[in-house]
């Protein structure tokens, strides 16, 4: 463990050194930039971050944010469809795109000197996408294939979409990221024009760039190709949409071919932007990682090689995000082991961490983990820029980054259990169950689950 700590805080040294402060600038138009040098290679990584996705979606709609971001790729007043790609690959740069609930994003990763490519060819998207109708029903297709493939024929994926629709009842994150099928099938090429002209504007953007580049420079290189573009006048931030209180445990069972049963169980859990104190988030993530940070973890520990209850099991949480969320728990039991026995397990290591504070040797141990894995994603450019770029998308500020490993040394095994007996209980909590059907022997082979879509 302390190897893990010494060698967690060797790294943060060495990034700071080779790391600049971050810069912030905002042009007249509205649009944001941040900046953050780091000089340990002669690259960049430029990240354009819009406030729009399945969260701000409503019914009929579901799946716009996703199709528009592939239509992204699909040219525009100036561009061919397929040029953008071409263009960053002829400069020897990677480029893609993800949907969320809470945000569109696209990246370049370039050299550092062909960052005013990567500019232009933004730029020129944000304001002058052209929908073509033939373009618009191509991918809205792919979309759909897409969402077979990742959904529809893969069981798990399939049982989480449904748990995730029922654990929400009117919060806007009971909308799948990819949409629902027959919102998909009924898409106008309307619809996608209202989500565009909207949404895609510098006042609902932030650009974010990362690497071995001068601050200076980036503003005004910013001005010279985001500072013409137009704001979105109409631009209103989305209804507040608030998950109303759960008022008893929720089940769902989900009958589909799959080779094996699947347990997924969601607590309903505040944010770091809903919780009513800060530490509860922090505390959240640490009780996360006492039950799944590896294999010294609880869940593996005693569910997977003691009991032998379970083949898997695993937690997960996450403390950035504009609404309420869950703190999940999910498995598939043992051969011979059944859903019930896994459940029953489950609870068991909620109840014991609401009832006895974890020891001092394991909370270190679960600190120094969820440090170290911290540190890790800042040594890519990479995710320096995606942290940045959720933070300032979801509604809290970049400089939240510079509290978070400070936030989860300072939570106390008190706190650990305060947040479980608070928001561990039945009542809020929603069970899914994959029940398994026979399989089709024809049937096409599953893609994996995924959690943002790119493009």
Same mark, same amino acid.
């Given at each position: 463990?302390?190897?893990?700590?010494?060698?967690?805080?060797?790294?943060?040294?060495?990034?700071?050194?080779?790391?600049?402060?971050?810069?912030?600038?905002?042009?007249?138009?509205?649009?944001?930039?941040?900046?953050?040098?780091?000089?340990?290679?002669?690259?960049?990584?430029?990240?354009?971050?819009?406030?729009?996705?399945?969260?701000?979606?409503?019914?009929?709609?579901?799946?716009?944010?996703?199709?528009?971001?592939?239509?992204?790729?699909?040219?525009?007043?100036?561009?061919?469809?397929?040029?953008?790609?071409?263009?960053?690959?002829?400069?020897?740069?990677?480029?893609?795109?993800?949907?969320?609930?809470?945000?569109?994003?696209?990246?370049?990763?370039?050299?550092?000197?062909?960052?005013?490519?990567?500019?232009?060819?933004?730029?020129?998207?944000?304001?002058?996408?052209?929908?073509?109708?033939?373009?618009?029903?191509?991918?809205?297709?792919?979309?759909?294939?897409?969402?077979?493939?990742?959904?529809?024929?893969?069981?798990?994926?399939?049982?989480?979409?449904?748990?995730?629709?029922?654990?929400?009842?009117?919060?806007?994150?009971?909308?799948?990221?990819?949409?629902?099928?027959?919102?998909?099938?009924?898409?106008?090429?309307?619809?996608?024009? +209202?989500?565009?002209?909207?949404?895609?504007?510098?006042?609902?953007?932030?650009?974010?760039?990362?690497?071995?580049?001068?601050?200076?420079?980036?503003?005004?290189?910013?001005?010279?190709?985001?500072?013409?573009?137009?704001?979105?006048?109409?631009?209103?931030?989305?209804?507040?949409?608030?998950?109303?209180?759960?008022?008893?445990?929720?089940?769902?069972?989900?009958?589909?071919?799959?080779?094996?049963?699947?347990?997924?169980?969601?607590?309903?859990?505040?944010?770091?932007?809903?919780?009513?104190?800060?530490?509860?988030?922090?505390?959240?993530? +640490?009780?996360?990682?006492?039950?799944?940070?590896?294999?010294?973890?609880?869940?593996?520990?005693?569910?997977?090689?003691?009991?032998?209850?379970?083949?898997?099991?695993?937690?997960?949480?996450?403390?950035?995000?504009?609404?309420?969320?869950?703190?999940?728990?999910?498995?598939?039991?043992?051969?011979?082991?059944?859903?019930?026995?896994?459940?029953?397990?489950?609870?068991?290591?909620?109840?014991?961490?609401?009832?006895?504070?974890?020891?001092?040797?394991?909370?270190?141990?679960?600190?120094?983990?969820?440090?170290?894995?911290? +540190?890790?994603?800042?040594?890519?450019?990479?995710?320096?820029?995606?942290?940045?770029?959720?933070?300032?998308?979801?509604?809290?500020?970049?400089?939240?980054?510079?509290?978070?490993?400070?936030?989860?040394?300072?939570?106390?095994?008190?706190?650990?259990?305060?947040?479980?007996?608070?928001?561990?209980?039945?009542?809020?909590?929603?069970?899914?169950?994959?029940?398994?059907?026979?399989?089709?022997?024809?049937?096409?082979?599953?893609?994996?689950?995924?959690?943002?879509?790119?493009?």
């Amino acid at each position: 463990m302390r190897s893990v700590l010494s060698l967690a805080l060797l790294l943060t040294s060495n990034l700071a050194l080779a790391t600049g402060e971050v810069h912030e600038y905002q042009l007249d138009n509205g649009l944001k930039l941040i900046v953050k040098p780091d000089h340990r290679a002669p690259v960049m990584v430029s990240q354009i971050w819009y406030k729009v996705g399945s969260s701000y979606e409503h019914g009929g709609i579901t799946g716009v944010s996703h199709v528009l971001e592939h239509m992204m790729f699909k040219g525009t007043k100036n561009l061919a469809p397929g040029e953008f790609s071409r263009i960053i690959a002829e400069h020897g740069g990677r480029e893609n795109a993800f949907t969320s609930r809470d945000y569109t994003a696209y990246f370049q990763s370039m050299e550092r000197s062909r960052l005013p490519v990567s500019f232009e060819l933004e730029a020129d998207r944000m304001r002058n996408l052209l929908l073509q109708p033939e373009e618009v029903a191509k991918e809205t297709r792919v979309v759909m294939e897409e969402r077979r493939l990742r959904t529809e024929d893969n069981p798990q994926a399939l049982t989480y979409e449904q748990f995730n629709a029922t654990a929400f009842l009117n919060s806007p994150y009971r909308i799948p990221v990819i949409g629902w099928m027959n919102d998909l099938e009924n898409l106008r090429l309307e619809d996608l024009q +209202v989500w565009y002209q909207k949404w895609y504007a510098p006042n609902n953007a932030t650009l974010v760039v990362v690497g071995d580049v001068q601050p200076e420079a980036v503003h005004a290189l910013a001005q010279q190709y985001f500072g013409p573009l137009e704001p979105s006048p109409n631009l209103a931030p989305p209804k507040p949409r608030p998950e109303i209180p759960q008022r008893g445990t929720r089940r769902i069972e989900v009958k589909a071919p799959a080779e094996l049963p699947f347990l997924i169980m969601g607590y309903k859990v505040p944010v770091l932007l809903t919780a009513g104190e800060e530490w509860e988030a922090y505390a959240l993530e +640490v009780l996360a990682g006492v039950l799944d940070g590896g294999n010294s973890a609880r869940l593996s520990r005693s569910l997977v090689r003691g009991s032998q209850v379970a083949a898997e099991a695993g937690a997960g949480y996450s403390l950035y995000g504009r609404q309420q969320s869950l703190l999940t728990l999910s498995g598939t039991p043992s051969p011979g082991q059944d859903i019930a026995a896994l459940e029953q397990a489950l609870r068991e290591q909620i109840r014991l961490l609401r009832e006895q504070p974890v020891s001092a040797g394991e909370l270190e141990r679960v600190k120094a983990q969820v440090v170290a894995a911290n +540190v890790y994603e800042q040594d890519s450019a990479f995710y320096q820029a995606m942290k940045i770029g959720t933070l300032e998308t979801v509604g809290l500020d970049w400089r939240v980054l510079d509290d978070y490993v400070p936030r989860i040394r300072a939570v106390t095994a008190e706190q650990v259990q305060a947040v479980a007996r608070k928001y561990l209980h039945d009542d809020s909590l929603t069970v899914g169950v994959l029940d398994p059907q026979p399989m089709d022997p024809n049937a096409r082979p599953a893609m994996p689950m995924g959690g943002g879509h790119g493009h």
